[in-house]
């Protein structure tokens, strides 16, 4: 929250109209990791508190077989994303007019550090799932603290999109570092391996495999607008959506924090067949989540307004009326999804349909509402994806509320997966 708008302000005053927005596209574009990951580091977090031993500090690490299946498996999503997306992504460069030289090096550059620190997650799902939640936001806060500078120097600097990749190589560096001095368990020798790996691999697998629709759907749902508006709209639109999103979602995402931080000790609890206990926690934190929404939406449209009184912020941001169907999507999305940590708790993904409903819906609404009425489109486009996924997931999110229950199987209703 303090650190975004001083790098708001660097990233305006240092690049072009036309850089900002090929910024956004390639934050749109490396999006597609979902296609590869599938959901597999979500997977893994939600294994995790299943899998450590019971103990009141509801932190231990999982056994050396998980680990290595985890890692190898997001390896093999790091090295396929990486192959398939640089050479997309060159070709979409082109296709667009942009595929200059310079261009498609930093875009290689971008798509290299993406794999990395995406192949890391797994590591840091493991940490997190297990408990160390404080531990994993620490660690979140000091790479930010690594990132920013970094990337405000080399922007001064005049390295441009070089600045991001650069960045993220940092953090990629400084969080490895930091994992094996301080978790050196998630590197078992070959010795550890046990006998439970295939098991654990097909079980890993089968919730990739329900959760795949789900994490596909995101591409569809969160990252078409920027590719669209890219190409029928221009850079310089590019550059406005891509800035007010960032803002939306900075201020009305911050309620998110609530949900991620609580997930294990839901899951922890409901695996420890406390379910009652742990939708009463669920509900606490879903109404803070709700009130903080609530809370950014207002403050993202102070700052939009606000920042249209500084000279080059205006050129870069949506107008309030424009701006305001895409914040009330960004509302109703973060509600929504504040709702999917309750069955998520339960170690099934119950959300396919839903997912498979917005992935058909968003984009020719998104294209349909951007031809007829140009930017103010998108937030119409996502306005009318996101009642459709509400109206859905509040649907399927009942169905695990503890009166709905199946009483055959309080604890884990994977039936309803």
């Not at 082109?94 to 995406?118: D, K, P």
């Not at 570092?177 to 046990?194: D, H, K, N």
């Not at 000790?265 to 879903?286: I, L, Q």
Request: aromatic share 12%; with cysteine.
């Amino acid at each position: 929250m303090v650190l975004g708008p001083v790098g708001s302000v660097i990233i305006v005053w240092t690049l072009t109209a036309e850089e900002q927005g090929l910024y956004y596209l390639f934050i749109s574009l490396v999006a597609l990791k979902s296609f590869f990951d599938l959901g597999a580091s979500a997977a893994i977090s939600q294994m995790t508190p299943h899998l450590c031993g019971k103990s009141e500090s509801a932190s231990d690490i999982p056994e050396p077989d998980f680990i290595k299946v985890a890692v190898q498996w997001m390896n093999r999503v790091a090295q396929w994303f990486g192959l398939v997306c640089g050479i997309f992504g060159i070709a979409y460069l082109h296709w667009t007019g942009q595929g200059t030289v310079l261009n498609q090096v930093m875009w290689i550059a971008t798509v290299v550090t993406t794999a990395l620190t995406g192949a890391q997650e797994g590591r840091l799902q493991i940490v997190y799932g297990s408990g160390r939640i404080d531990e994993i936001s620490k660690l979140r806060l000091q790479s930010l603290l690594v990132q920013y500078p970094v990337q405000w120097l080399l922007l001064l600097g005049g390295a441009s999109l070089f600045s991001f990749s650069a960045a993220a190589f940092a953090v990629f560096l400084f969080q490895r570092m930091f994992l094996r001095r301080t978790y050196p368990e998630l590197w078992p020798s070959i010795e550890a391996a046990g006998s439970r790996q295939e098991d654990l691999r097909s079980e890993l697998g089968a919730l990739v495999r329900r959760a795949s629709l789900t994490y596909i759907s995101g591409i569809f749902v969160y990252q078409v607008q920027q590719p669209m508006v890219f190409k029928f709209l221009g850079a310089e639109s590019s550059a406005q959506l891509g800035f007010t999103a960032m803002i939306g979602t900075t201020l009305i995402g911050l309620s998110s924090l609530w949900c991620i931080t609580m997930f294990p000790r839901f899951a922890r609890k409901v695996a420890d067949g406390n379910v009652d206990e742990a939708y009463h926690d669920f509900r606490m934190t879903f109404f803070r989540a709700i009130a903080v929404s609530t809370a950014g939406f207002i403050a993202a449209v102070a700052a939009i307004w606000i920042l249209h009184f500084i000279p080059r912020f205006s050129e870069r941001l949506m107008p309030i009326p424009e701006a305001l169907p895409l914040l009330a999507s960004y509302l109703i999305s973060n509600v929504a999804l504040s709702l999917t940590y309750w069955p998520r708790s339960f170690k099934v993904e119950p959300f396919a349909i839903v997912a498979g409903a917005q992935m058909l819906v968003t984009p020719p609404a998104v294209w349909f509402f951007t031809r007829s009425m140009g930017l103010v489109g998108v937030g119409w486009g996502n306005l009318v994806s996101w009642v459709v996924g509400m109206i859905g997931i509040a649907l399927v999110t009942r169905r695990f509320v503890p009166g709905y229950l199946p009483k055959s199987q309080p604890a884990a209703p994977t039936n309803l997966g």
